[in-house]
């Protein structure tokens, strides 16, 4: 992942006020119509110029930058448009089994920003320890249920406006990615909060949080190969699974109306608590309490 630069991201402020966040991700009626830009045409585009805009968004969308619902939701739309035309490419049977949304996940995981333990302690109020842990969990968690909100918000929209469809597989596909790439951060984010640090490059870093993620388990850089792991044959397929799991989670934006938008955004929101339970416990079997953590045993 991309080294943390001081005040590279200035996304979440941490402000835990998690009601107040999820009421601010509520679309409302109106809200999701896509601007003129994300329905900008993109048949010239190369197959590289599409894979570098597709990473691009997704960085975005999960950097919890201040968007709006109206802008998360024309991002999200110009992602759809994207992905489909990628899909398109790969083939029926890169996108059955998976393989061609594990590809697009994998190039665009070493995009996701990730803040060292300054940053998220200055974007957090000052916050240390287990407290800024919970903290950066809701923030994540108000953040996927704003990405299952803009689904929900776009879904409606196109149900009442047939010349805006989209493809629906490619709309659940973008949500899935941006719902991934924002869990993969709050991993990445954890393991900072808890003191440990993965060695090797940013590739290699990726994708052991991608294999975190896919595994619902924290990585122990010193285990034998925790992080060759995660570049290897059943690492791949374990990312598969558990990105076709989330696709159908992001299935149930598709309702009519504003109905999937509650319920796309509700199931984000549970998931991504679970996820960061889930984690957590495995983090302090390794070091401990964040507030203290010891060194990991050699």
């Known amino acids: 992942m991309p080294e943390p630069v001081s005040g590279e991201w200035q996304g979440d402020d941490g402000r835990g006020a998690e009601s ?72 029926a049977s890169g996108i059955a089994t998976g393989r061609w949304l594990a590809e697009v996940f994998m190039d665009v995981a070493p995009r996701i920003p990730v803040r060292d333990l300054e940053t998220l302690s200055r974007h957090h109020h000052g916050l240390r320890g287990e407290r800024l842990a919970d903290s950066i969990t809701r923030t994540a ?35 899935a990615l941006v719902v991934a790439a ?55 397929q374990a990312l598969r699974k558990r990105l076709l799991r989330t696709v159908g989670r992001s299935m149930t934006t598709m309702g009519p109306f504003l109905t999937g938008a509650v319920a796309g955004g509700a199931l984000n929101r549970a998931a991504t608590k679970r996820l960061a339970d889930h984690i957590r416990k495995d983090l302090r079997r390794m070091v401990g309490s964040a507030d203290t953590p010891r060194a990991l045993p050699e």
Do not use: C
């Open 182 to 236: 924002i869990e993969v951060k709050l991993i990445a984010e954890l393991h900072e909060v808890y003191g440990i640090q993965l060695p090797g490059g940013v590739t290699a870093r990726s994708s052991a949080f991608a294999g975190s993620w896919a595994r619902e388990r924290g990585v122990n850089p010193l285990e034998p190969g925790s992080i060759t792991y995660a570049l290897g044959a059943a690492a791949k």
């Open 20 to 91: 107040a966040d999820a009421d601010s991700a509520a679309p409302t009626e109106g809200s999701g119509v896509p601007s003129d830009a994300s329905l900008e045409p993109i048949a010239d585009l190369s197959p590289e110029q599409t894979e570098a805009e597709i990473g691009e968004l997704i960085g975005k969308l999960s950097g919890g930058e201040n968007l709006d619902a109206e802008a998360r939701t024309r991002m999200l739309a110009r992602l759809t448009r994207l992905l489909a035309s990628s899909a398109r490419r790969a083939g």
């Open 141 to 175: 968690a108000n953040a996927t249920t704003a990405v299952g909100a803009a689904g929900g918000a776009l879904a409606a929209v196109e149900f009442t406006a047939p010349p805006l469809l989209l493809t629906a597989p490619a709309q659940i596909a973008a949500e």
